[in-house]
């Protein structure tokens, strides 16, 4: 009897007697062997890799003005304080939406006063200057169903970034991921948003003659 026949009778035995195999199994194929592994779990994966630091990939920031839904007004960092009363164009509502992980990690630095933003243990925003100890500076970026953002603190799971109608900062405990206190949205300052971009192209005839795109409406003959 030769060695695939006898793997497939003990499997078939497996099955007869209710053992259901849950580890991998090695199956021949030609002259390869293809490792087939069962019950993975890729969501484990990737949170793992999304919490882990990046050093080789380049850093991503971006500026924006966070809009909140409940003041109606932009996220300010004032060096220490943190509110939510600035107008559109204020330049202590500009932000640097800094990433550097695989996933959605990122910290939120005042371009005015080089600040983060940080909630500290007992759920108070601060702002604190960069240090050796970030943890607490460290927001999780979620995307909501009705297209607003919310920040949830890395450090403290559950709780989120989140402000009164006032404008004054709620504490993390007092906060959920469906409260419209904690939904903001993401807008470019005034003068930042990029605009359409210029792409040029070339095209080949068929007598090979080259024609450039985008250069404009043709001259008009005098």
């Not at 993975?40 to 809009?67: C, I, M, P, W």
């Amino acid at each position: 009897m030769s060695q695939e026949e006898e793997s497939k009778r003990d499997r078939e035995r497996q099955t007869e007697g209710g053992d259901t195999p849950i580890l991998s199994e090695t199956v021949k194929v030609g002259r390869v062997l293809v490792l087939a592994v069962d019950n993975v779990d890729f969501g484990a994966h990737v949170e793992n890799q999304t919490g882990a630091r990046d050093s080789l990939s380049r850093k991503h920031h971006r500026v924006y003005q966070l809009y909140s839904r409940t003041s109606g007004k932009h996220v300010q960092v004032l060096g220490r304080k943190i509110l939510a009363r600035g107008e559109d164009g204020d330049k202590f509502a500009q932000v640097v939406v800094e990433a550097d992980t695989f996933g959605s990690q990122v910290r939120i630095r005042g371009k005015e006063t080089n600040f983060y933003l940080c909630m500290n243990r007992k759920g108070k925003l601060v702002g604190r200057k960069a240090s050796g100890r970030m943890d607490e500076c460290v927001f999780v970026e979620m995307v909501l169903e009705n297209n607003y953002t919310a920040w949830m603190s890395a450090h403290y799971s559950g709780w989120y970034m989140g402000f009164t109608k006032k404008g004054r900062p709620r504490r993390g405990p007092q906060t959920r991921a469906n409260q419209r206190d904690v939904h903001f949205m993401k807008r470019f300052p005034p003068g930042e948003q990029p605009g359409p971009q210029n792409c040029g192209f070339t095209t080949i005839g068929k007598r090979g003659r080259r024609t450039r795109g985008n250069r404009g409406p043709p001259r008009t003959q005098p």
